[in-house]
């Protein structure tokens, strides 16, 4: 009874915190349902999401100490019902085989694939001799070959003959899982065309939101000189179509690429700017600022150009957060309220999970939330206990460092388990970066806008280019350093939820016990370095395989399925190329392990000893005394990862078995749905 009494007493002392840990309850919901091994049944997630539902009436009519606990068992259940209604919701046809033969359709996004390649995404998919229920409602194509015939643009209708193929698996057993991403976004059909892309009809007349970005995103690329041209189109319209994977490549090194994502800071800045400009313009006529109540017209002002950058930016995850933030704030001004606290950073997560409940899992919410979070406890922290970071004139520049300091600390774990790298002078590049960003190119870019009426765009848009020239200056000097980058490899995948889970309760529980927060990120910490790389890696063609040798992974081949090679190097922490891992292979011989690659190969291929392992990328006739990972087996189970045992035997993981058999994975799963 003493246990239960001094729960309730805990659970009093949080009175008044509480709605902080609804997002939490809510996507711990949502990260059970992509933990579940089979895809649940509707049954059993109807009867969830009632059982949710009743127990949010229960505590919504209980007043007691346990209250907040039925709250909980509310969030997790109507996150998963969440979850699972949204997984069938987007529900659409994937191509199920390869295919090769003439592509139609029109075109809604337009980006760049890793190797730098245009890429497009068609809607309103025709395929040959293909039913339309079996046709994808979208496919992405890369363009390769001799291209330039025509100019993509938005809403035109194309042709092409392309390979297409079924949307991938994780390139290893806990890895990133296309296959979910692609369900998610929609995408059926993923693939590539060496042939010219030819307009089968010309744009639909009628403007859309898309074409507009693009529109836009090619004026102010015209008006811009190369080196920046891209940046300055990722930052206003979100179109990353125009940058090269050199400039990406040294903002990402210098720490900088969080200034692509259009986020909290743009979303923050451009607010900032317009409703600063907004109570500077009120001020110069005093007849109608006394009159009127010009901050909170001012706000609404702000509000409505935060909105309109929403649009235009495209809405990912971090901007829609941003602008949910940036929306409690300026509602708080015109409401005489706190603006800035963790109840609107819990407002901005539980908006953006019961939207969009699969973005639980992408790093730009996970970094979005974690950056905020911290700066929002710390700089509270520092508001009750009147902390002040020291004269009026160093203030500026002291919250400028504390900010770049707290924001960096905070996302770092989380950038370095999804993308392997550590940037070492990632703080004193935005030191000196993050000035010029809200200082100069912010206020110019809202600047060009206002002059857009009167012809004169060009003087915003040259004073941002200077801004922007200076940022990439930083970027590329401190990515020329000599260690600027570090690489490590990836935790297992209980890291991320036991760390964030530590965090969460050092920054939202009130009292002493929040210091077992610290424990226990302490204790994820520790299972990251406990992590082991797999011995043997093979791919789910059978094209590569990937062995650990004394001197780093060794790849079977130099070309070929370079984007599983990138991901098993990164995943090692090794920053090196494919050609480089490939001149370990020799050193493989001696470990019975070996790749029979080719059809010729693969049917020559007679005889092999017990203990060898043999990969092949074509199915192997003969029955052989070896253990055999050949094409039609790794069909069935994804790509593998070997473990060498103490007794010389192997332990064996495969992607398929950590991924479950869900919807986005498994053909008869959909079917009967």
Not at 507 to 515: A, S, T
């Amino acid at each position: 009874m003493r246990i239960f009494e001094g729960i309730g007493l805990a659970l009093l002392g949080q009175r008044g915190h509480l709605f902080a840990w609804g997002p939490v309850g809510l996507g711990g919901g949502i990260g059970l349902y992509f933990l579940m091994p089979e895809e649940p049944d509707r049954l059993v997630v109807g009867a969830l999401v009632i059982f949710g539902f009743f127990c949010a009436i229960l505590a919504f009519l209980q007043k007691r100490a346990f209250a907040p606990l039925i709250w909980l068992g509310a969030l997790l259940a109507l996150g998963f019902g969440l979850a699972a209604g949204r997984a069938h919701w987007v529900g659409a046809p994937v191509l199920e085989w390869r295919y090769y033969g003439a592509v139609q359709g029109r075109i809604i996004g337009m980006d760049r694939s890793a190797s730098d390649a245009l890429r497009l995404t068609l809607a309103d998919v025709t395929l040959e001799n293909m039913r339309p229920d079996q046709t994808p409602a979208k496919v992405r194509v890369a363009l390769h070959g001799e291209q330039g015939f025509i100019t993509p643009s938005p809403g035109m209708s194309v042709m092409m003959t392309a390979h297409l193929s079924p949307p991938s698996g994780p390139v290893e057993p806990g890895g990133f899982d296309f296959q979910r991403h692609a369900w998610f976004k929609g995408i059926g059909a993923v693939g590539y065309t060496r042939t010219p892309v030819l307009t089968a009809a010309p744009r639909q007349n009628g403007a859309s939101v898309f074409a507009f970005r693009m529109k836009l995103s090619k004026a102010v690329q015209a008006r811009m000189s190369p080196d920046v041209a891209g940046v300055a189109a990722a930052l206003t319209t979100g179109d990353r179509s125009g940058l090269d994977e050199t400039t990406v490549q040294a903002l990402r090194a210098s720490n900088l690429a969080h200034l692509l994502a259009i986020s909290g800071l743009h979303m923050g800045l451009l607010a900032g700017v317009v409703f600063a400009a907004a109570r500077l313009a009120f001020a110069l006529l005093p007849a109608v600022s006394l009159r009127l109540p010009a901050k909170k017209i001012a706000a609404g002002i702000a509000l409505g150009a935060a909105a309109a950058y929403l649009v235009l930016s495209g809405g990912s995850v971090a901007t829609q957060r941003a602008f949910v933030m940036a929306a409690v704030a300026l509602i708080a001004v015109i409401l005489d309220r706190r603006a800035l606290s963790l109840r609107a950073v819990a407002l901005a997560g539980l908006v953006i999970l019961c939207l969009r409940p699969e973005a639980l899992l992408s790093p730009g919410f996970q970094m979005s939330f974690a950056a905020t979070t911290a700066l929002v406890a710390v700089f509270a922290v520092m508001r009750d206990q009147e902390v002040r970071l020291g004269p009026k004139w160093v203030r500026p520049f002291a919250t400028l460092f504390l900010s770049s300091l707290v924001a960096g600390l905070a996302t770092a774990p989380y950038a370095a388990s999804h993308f392997n790298v550590v940037s070492h002078y990632g703080l004193p590049a935005n030191l000196v970066a993050m000035p010029v960003m809200g200082l100069v190119v912010a206020p110019s870019a809202v600047l060009a806008v206002c002059l857009v009426p009167l012809g004169l765009e060009g003087v915003g848009l040259w004073a941002m280019e200077q801004g922007l020239r200076v940022i990439m200056t930083v970027a590329k000097l401190v990515s020329e350093q000599d260690g600027a980058q570090g690489f490590i490899p990836s935790p297992p995948p209980a890291f991320l939820p036991v760390f964030s889970l530590g965090m969460l309760w050092l920054i939202l529980w009130q009292g002493h016990l929040r210091w077992m927060g610290v424990a226990v990120a302490v204790v994820a910490l520790g299972l990251w370095g406990d992590t082991k790389r797999p011995d043997v890696l093979i791919s789910d063609t059978g094209g590569l395989v990937g062995v650990l040798t004394p001197k780093g992974r060794a790849l079977s081949k130099d070309r070929g399925q370079g984007f599983v090679a990138l991901n098993w190097l990164e995943n090692d922490g090794e920053n090196i190329t494919q050609p480089q891992a490939a001149t370990r292979w020799p050193d493989v011989a001696a470990q019975q392990i070996t790749h029979v690659k080719g059809k010729r190969a693969v049917a020559a291929f007679q005889t092999c000893p017990p203990q060898m392992v043999v990969v092949a990328n074509y199915t192997l006739a003969n029955a052989l005394p070896c253990q055999i990972y050949d094409a039609n087996s790794l069909r069935r189970t994804g790509a593998i990862a070997l473990y060498r045992l103490s007794d010389g035997t192997w332990q064996e993981q495969t992607a398929r078995a950590a991924s479950g058999r869900r919807l986005w994975n498994t053909p008869e799963i959909r079917s009967v749905d």
